[in-house]
């Protein structure tokens, strides 16, 4: 029933930008915290960034802070990862995911119950 689908990615250059969308159904928004994850071919799903079910706090990677802006529209049922000045080594699967609320916890994966499918995002040099 709980489907999350990412848009967004594609083939940029180093130093512009593309905003992710993920778009949820079968749940509640507002009753999740949000995550955004990211997997280079070869390595390991990383954490990139996470919204707060309440409040809107929000946690950064280091490798992002500054450049990564993640924000959500509870009406429309949508998480948005707006990436700025984006480099070779941003080049990953972006995938979204959902935590129940609760105490948050931001980084760990095995946190978050639902997750999407992924879109790709190539930066190039």
């Known amino acids: 029933q709980v489907q999350l689908v990412e848009s967004g990615g594609g083939l940029v250059q180093a130093g512009g930008s593309l905003r992710l969308s993920c778009v949820a159904s079968g749940l509640t928004v507002s009753s999740y915290s949000m995550g955004w994850f990211r997997q280079a071919p070869g390595k390991e799903r990383d954490f990139v960034a996470s919204i707060r079910w309440s409040g809107g706090i929000t946690y950064y990677a280091d490798s992002v802070k500054g450049r990564i802006t993640i924000s959500r529209d509870n009406a429309k049922s949508t998480v948005y990862l707006q990436m700025n000045s984006l480099k070779p080594e941003d080049t990953a699967v972006y995938y979204c995911?959902?935590?129940?609320?609760?105490?948050?916890?931001?980084?760990?994966?095995?946190?978050?119950?639902?997750w999407g499918q992924g879109t790709q995002v190539t930066v190039s040099s």
């Open positions: 995911a959902a935590q129940s609320a609760g105490r948050w916890i931001a980084t760990r994966l095995d946190k978050y119950e639902y």
